[in-house]
């Protein structure tokens, strides 16, 4: 199995920082857990800034630097330039803030893509991309407040301390315009700001915790692309269902299951219930109804999708079946043998159909059955993010998972094993928690994994066959088409340690599809090329020769902090060569829905929608 793939690790060029750290400074009353606060902000997308078609541009977030870093992919095409750090001045920032993730899109509609950065300590900056800008540097970029007010004191960031750790962006309200769905961690607080004590709480619970920060729908309100482009987004909790507001957030995907072109929402939490959302918004009123899954007699509530007790880190959705055209999704967890021992999720969809999957939602039922201790995919360690993708063009997806969590000398898995069994009454005050300090280690020699399907339908984990297993915990992984030869690549973000790129150097893969999908309204004028305005959500069904139906859509940004590219990239397997009908589902820009089927051969396309599609 593992002869069918390749990988070659490259270096990450950065650029220079100002400050080195090994962990993070934290409130007073952290001091003792100082590593496990220390323990998240590593991130990376992968996208296309330059306009070439490609997805060779990088956009992380390096905590040993604190900055958001834009740089090639190694060897990518396109003009040529310099890794730099987005500056978020005039902003306000102050010494208490630290970014945790970076996603993609095209926030004021101008065709060009933008960069949205979210943050403990204050609420989001989108970097809105200027038309005028002649090459991509840190003054490419017009910095723009996600909750405009009064946020500063003498110079200073004094606004809502939001403590972020998950975004995606999508039409959730369906009136043609890209929305943002924003999850928070910590309760608003100082997190970070060593000067204080108090202001801070942990978690109340480890399995039904609902005393975190809050969940908003920001939804896209209007946008411009003058000499200093502007966007603007009215961000609210009113969409969600009150046993879904709270929850700590560490994971988010947009994805519309049942076919109406209003996407669903996962939302993957620590310390208790995940939330699967039925989206049954109208245009300007984003609404969700909780859904959950079935239970029979034999599966402990604990794996029943929306009941669960776990410690939910990362989601992704795919057809792992590879032929039914229906989505399933994978959800993270900690599976650490003789540490914390719950399982991964692997929920596989039972719905005859997508009218028998939309009938089941509408009646509060989400038909998704845990099948990861039959297939293999359980137990893997401390997971974080993960992304299914098609790495050989085989027609079947792989899954590759980041794990690990503090690295260091002392184990204080014990300690985390006590915890975890203590009082709950007890958990909210972090004067009971256990140190958690530099040099302390839980699971920090876990490895990356890369889970692969064989014959008999169960998966085996090939990353150290592959080169991948390497001892350093890692958080986030972004997947595309870095070169444009068909082959699907990715990198990862690694907490405290250098990012990686792997070149996809995989032999004799299979035929693909890859579709550039974009709305129809030109680009502004400029003079470097823009991509255009990429078609969230929008779904892809093909039909192989064989009669397989293989799906894929433009996402918006799923995981826990890695973001894929937006280009959609489908393996077909081999032996395919002619043309096939493709099923394209969108929604235009003026919130109506349409349905096309085109032929199109294996290889890349360029594709604009509007009221049809139409290749470039």
Request: glycine share 12%; net charge negative.
């Amino acid at each position: 199995m593992a002869s069918r793939f390749h990988f070659t690790p490259l270096p990450i060029e950065l650029p220079p920082a100002a400050k080195q750290q090994t962990i993070r400074t934290v409130n007073k009353d952290y001091e003792h857990i100082r590593a496990w606060i220390s323990s998240v902000g590593a991130a990376i997308t992968m996208t296309d800034l330059r306009g070439t078609g490609k997805s060779g541009d990088l956009c992380l977030v390096d905590t040993r630097t604190d900055q958001v870093d834009v740089t090639p992919v190694p060897g990518s095409d396109g003009p040529h330039y310099a890794p730099f750090a987005l500056d978020p001045s005039p902003l306000p920032m102050n010494d208490y803030i630290a970014p945790m993730g970076c996603v993609a899109g095209d926030f004021n509609e101008d065709g060009r893509t933008d960069l949205l950065v979210y943050y403990w300590g204050r609420t989001p900056v989108l970097f809105l991309a200027k038309p005028d800008a002649t090459t991509l540097d840190a003054h490419a970029f017009e910095p723009v407040e996600l909750v405009p007010g009064p946020n500063a004191t003498d110079g200073k960031y004094t606004g809502a301390q939001w403590n972020t750790n998950t975004a995606t962006v999508a039409d959730f309200d369906g009136d043609g315009h890209q929305d943002l769905f924003i999850g928070n961690y910590f309760p608003d607080g100082p997190v970070l700001d060593d000067r204080v004590s108090g202001g801070v709480v942990m978690n109340h619970s480890m399995s039904h915790a609902q005393n975190s920060g809050g969940k908003y729908i920001c939804r896209w309100t209007g946008g411009n692309a003058a000499d200093k482009p502007a966007a603007a987004f009215q961000c609210s909790d009113d969409a969600f269902p009150a046993e879904a507001k709270h929850g700590w957030s560490l994971a988010s995907s947009s994805i519309d299951l049942d076919g109406d072109q209003l996407p669903e929402l996962y939302v993957a939490n620590d310390f208790g219930n995940d939330r699967l959302l039925h989206n049954v918004s109208t245009p300007g009123h984003p609404k969700f109804d909780l859904v959950t899954g079935p239970r029979d007699g034999s599966t402990p509530k604990s794996k029943i999708l929306g009941n669960d007790s776990f410690k939910g880190m990362g989601v992704d959705f795919g057809d792992l079946s590879g032929k039914k055209g229906l989505y399933d999704l994978f959800v993270s967890n900690i599976t650490t043998s003789f540490g914390i021992e719950e399982s991964n999720f692997q929920f596989m969809n039972t719905a005859r159909d997508q009218a028998d999957l939309r009938a089941q939602l509408s009646n509060g039922t989400a038909p998704f059955v845990d099948h990861s201790a039959e297939d293999g995919t359980a137990w893997s360690g401390w997971g974080w993010d993960v992304k299914m993708g098609d790495f050989d063009n085989s027609g079947q997806l792989a899954i590759v998972q980041a794990t690990g969590f503090v690295k260091g000398k002392t184990n204080r898995w014990p300690q985390l094993q006590e915890l975890a069994t203590a009082n709950d009454a007890l958990l909210d005050n972090p004067w009971w928690w256990p140190n958690v300090k530099a040099g302390d280690d839980i699971g920090g020699d876990q490895t990356l994994r890369f889970f692969v399907k064989g014959a008999d339908g169960h998966y085996s984990n090939l990353s150290g066959r592959l080169g991948l297993a390497v001892p350093v915990p890692t958080r986030g992984i972004a997947t595309g088409d870095a070169y444009g030869d068909g082959k699907l690549d990715f990198a990862v973000a690694r907490q405290w340690d250098a990012p990686v790129f792997y070149r996809n150097d995989s032999p004799d893969t299979g035929s693909y599809l890859g579709l550039r999908l974009t709305y129809d309204t030109p680009a502004a004028a400029g003079p470097m090329p823009a991509p255009g305005s990429p078609a969230i959500g929008a779904e892809v069904e093909v039909t192989t020769p064989d009669g397989r139906k293989l799906i894929d859509r433009v996402d918006g940004g799923s995981g826990h902090s890695g973001k894929r590219s937006h280009y959609v990239h489908i393996g077909l397997g081999k032996g395919v060569t002619g043309p096939m009908p493709v099923k394209l589902q969108w929604r235009d820009r003026d919130g109506q829905v349409h349905q096309q089927t085109v032929t199109l051969s294996p290889g890349w396309h360029s594709l604009q929608l509007g009221s049809q599609a139409k290749e470039k």
